[in-house]
């Protein structure tokens, strides 16, 4: 990572941006001050006429400051121009290299950036500050070793300037050499004792070497010689929150907003962040409204603050505030994502599939929308729009797995199980390492027939996560209904249940795992079990009349069996079994033709999905 980016600490969170380390290090450069000096006598005080026409040499000086100028303008095209204009006249000026050497950086040409700032350390003679800056550059664009070389230089031309020993201290950092930055960024406080800046990489130091108390206490110090260096605060609060301390985390941002500026943007949004996180959502409100009230205009306020409604499931202030937000920036994507979300939440499906329709209107490439968007059809049971927005997405986001997943469910609800085998295979494909497609694909398979590649992908998701409880009663329930690898049915439907022993489906597999190993009583008390968790569910009650019967139980068997088909009259093979069995009597028999008509008429008075 750069020097000059902005670092996440090993705590998470964002600390000072060393850009801005190594300007506190060496000041604002002055550019006028730095100006190619111009050998040209002083003219005499008393002229007549015209002046004459520039001497060439004080060309550089003269397009140095047209350089200068046109930084200040923002216009840093004409800044290179004048700059190398003035490298033309003066081609072994350092100021000028060195002004070459922050605008290449600065607009990402690290090459040229590298070139200027490396023949700025050439040879003696430049001032400290200089060599710094020169340094900050090289370390950012991946040159630490050469940065380290022009430090060492500064320190040698002014071996008691002790800003030009934190810099090297916080390569050294960077580069985990932690003894060889601790002993620099003290010589380098040996000089400058009063150096915010030294004590807060001593607290770096701590924080990668494990103590955070010794952290705390050099952060303190760095308060203590500069109470408004805010990096300092920053650091603090994120060891704070690395101990789970959140309370001191948000003293600490609390006294810099109270002690240092209020009005700190960053400072406040970071103390947002620490109240939603303890569920302070009162306390994170308090702060954006202080943040709106310096700034009525601030989205990104106005965001929080509706994604706070949002988890506080006060979705009617969400959605309000984020219609707002789309007022003042209709084309804020994400924001509108959002609020698709926000109507699901509050059942407006309508409005939910309006607002990720328009999204898509707006951007067709914009993936989130067409995942969301074929995930709420999906839920509707309108599958072939779901496919279509659903295909949209894994060929704009492939390394995502959820719309390769509910793409492969949709054929899978539509019966079109080859084409669903093929959704997870292409999931597989870019996602091989997610065990969720491994066993969805070994569903699709068992629907195809094809039980060795249902095991071998079931033992791919358990490969991939052991816990995967779908996997372990799938596959436990599979070979329990095959009547083989019983031990291993066994222990499959045991670990699943171990994991959801709420499940009650999961307790129905290891019940007819254990009737398969013929312990019918122990197979009989979880079937139980079972139909209490689930309630009427045909399969459980068709296996608890087979476990009755085996039992020689005949009147619970009839009575377990059907209420099965009462539930699922269309199951023939079950009824066929009923009567071969010899339980059928014209009482039960017309009970069963009535849930049979009851059903038809069910299916013929299905209302739409809306």
């Not at 969170?13 to 002055?30: C, D, E, Y």
């Not at 605060?233 to 240092?260: P, T």
């Not at 979880?526 to 020689?552: F, N, R, S, T, W």
């Not at 619970?556 to 071969?580: G, M, T, V």
Request: hydrophobic share 35%.
């Amino acid at each position: 990572m750069g020097l000059y980016s902005r670092s996440v600490g090993r705590y998470g969170r964002p600390l000072l941006g060393t850009t801005l380390l190594f300007l506190f290090l060496s000041g604002a450069m002055i550019a006028c001050a730095a100006a190619p000096q111009s050998q040209a006598t002083v003219p005499s005080p008393v002229t007549t006429g015209p002046l004459p026409p520039p001497a060439p040499e004080s060309d550089a000086t003269y397009h140095f400051m047209m350089g200068h100028q046109a930084e200040l303008a923002q216009d840093l095209d004409g800044a290179l121009k004048e700059y190398h204009a003035a490298l033309k006249v003066d081609p072994k000026s350092r100021e000028v290299k060195s002004r070459l050497a922050a605008l290449y950086f600065a607009l990402g040409d690290t090459t040229q950036a590298v070139q200027y700032a490396d023949e700025v350390g050439e040879g003696t003679g430049q001032e400290p500050q200089l060599l710094i800056h020169m340094a900050g550059i090289l370390a950012s664009a991946g040159k630490p070793e050469r940065a380290v070389e022009l430090l060492d230089k500064a320190i040698e031309s002014d071996p008691e300037r002790g800003e030009s020993y934190f810099p090297k201290g916080l390569i050294l950092l960077n580069q985990k050499r932690m003894a060889e930055a601790e002993q620099v960024v003290k010589k380098g406080l040996q000089y400058t004792a009063d150096s915010p800046i030294g004590y807060y990489y001593l607290g770096r130091i701590s924080i990668e070497a494990g103590n955070s108390e010794q952290a705390v206490a050099n952060f303190d110090r760095a308060m203590a010689i500069n109470q408004a260096f805010e990096p300092a605060y920053l650091a603090q609060a994120s060891v704070y929150e690395s101990r789970q301390e959140k309370d001191k985390a948000i003293a600490v941002l609390k006294k810099y907003l109270q002690q240092v500026n209020p009005r700190n943007r960053d400072i406040r949004q970071h103390l947002v962040q620490l109240y939603v996180s303890t569920r302070d959502y009162a306390g994170g409100l308090a702060e954006l409204e202080r943040l709106l009230e310096d700034n009525p205009g601030d989205l990104d306020a106005q965001l929080r603050m509706a994604l706070i409604y949002g988890e506080k499931k006060e979705f009617t202030k969400a959605i309000s505030q984020l219609t707002e937000i789309l007022k003042a920036k209709p084309a804020e994507l994400k924001v509108r994502d959002y609020l698709g979300y926000l109507y699901e939440e509050t059942k407006d499906v309508s409005k939910a599939l309006e607002t990720y329709r328009y999204n898509i209107h707006l951007d067709p490439k914009f993936a989130d929308s067409h995942v969301h968007l074929g995930v709420l059809l999906y839920r509707l049971k309108q599958f072939p729009e779901a496919v279509t927005h659903l295909d949209t997405a894994v060929r704009l986001t492939p390394k995502q797995p959820e719309p390769h997943i509910v793409l492969g469910l949709a054929h899978f609800q539509s019966e079109q199980f080859e084409k669903a085998s093929q959704a997870f295979e292409e999931g597989i494909r870019h996602n091989p390492k997610n065990a969720d497609l491994h066993f969805n694909l070994g569903t699709a398979y068992d629907k195809l027939n094809r039980f060795e590649d249902v095991e071998r992908a079931m033992e791919t998701a358990l490969s991939l996560d052991p816990h995967h409880a779908d996997a372990l009663n799938y596959l436990g329930y599979s070979y329990a209904e095959r009547g083989i690898k019983i031990d291993h049915a066994l222990s499959l439907t045991k670990r699943a249940v171990a994991l959801k022993p709420e499940n009650g489906y999961y307790v129905d597999s290891l019940g007819w795992a254990l009737y398969q190993s013929g312990m019918l009583a122990e197979a009989l008390t979880e079937i139980k079990k079972a139909v209490a968790l689930v309630g009427d569910d045909p399969v459980i009650y068709e296996h608890l009349g087979e476990i009755y019967l085996k039992q020689q139980k005949v009147s619970d068997a009839r009575d377990a069996w059907l209420h099965s088909l009462e539930i699922d009259p269309s199951n023939d093979k079950l009824l066929q079994r009923f009567r071969e069995q010899g339980l059928a009597n014209p009482a039960n028999e017309d009970r069963i033709q009535q849930a049979k008509r009851r059903g038809s008429e069910k299916t013929q008075t299905q209302p739409a999905t809306p």
